[in-house]
């Protein structure tokens, strides 16, 4: 006699429209949005260094222009990712926590060939979250709270959304 047929395995339950995590290394974010108090045009470069899927450390710049007046702030960051969430629905959604110091100059634009800059130290933190759409690259939106201690061109806060951005991992 014959032995009896065999059923077909049950389905996967295996995450497999989920990425891994790609290993340690580089990655270039880049992005666009816009500061508050004082208003400008943003644009924001981080290269973090991805020590594990959880903590990343890199130099960051935000760059916040408009007709009479460019604010940037360079600065190495912090950033602490949940690369997990639980069900299956967010399994390409990576919320992020992020923090760092730096420094920021505020220039007006006053028509004079020596212009009219000021530098201060700056502390900054925030938030963000990441969609992965491959393996190595991400869409994402980040929200930084700027704090200078000492005020910059009357300045002692400023806070930055990056509405979109875009992360590639190497």
């Known amino acids: ?92 959604v990576r919320p992020y926590g992020i923090a760092g110091m730096g420094f920021t100059v505020i220039e007006n634009d006053s028509g004079r060939r020596d212009g009219d800059a000021a530098v201060g130290f700056l502390i900054d933190f925030g938030a963000g979250v990441e969609y992965q759409v491959s393996e190595k690259v991400f869409l994402g939106t980040q929200m930084l709270f700027n704090v200078l201690p000492a005020d910059v061109k009357r300045e002692d806060f400023y806070f930055a959304w990056q509405v979109a951005g875009i992360r590639f991992d190497f």
């Open 1 to 92: 006699s014959a032995p009896p047929p065999s059923e077909p395995p049950p389905p996967s339950r295996a995450r497999s429209t989920a990425y891994r995590p790609a290993s340690p290394g580089w990655s270039v974010q880049t992005g666009i949005g816009f500061t508050a108090d004082p208003d400008t045009f943003l644009v924001n470069l981080d290269v973090p260094y991805f020590f594990n899927e959880w903590i990343a450390f890199g130099p960051a710049m935000q760059i916040g222009v408009t007709d009479t007046r460019t604010v940037v702030s360079p600065a190495g960051h912090v950033r602490i990712t949940i690369p997990d969430l639980p069900g299956r629905a967010l399994d390409r």
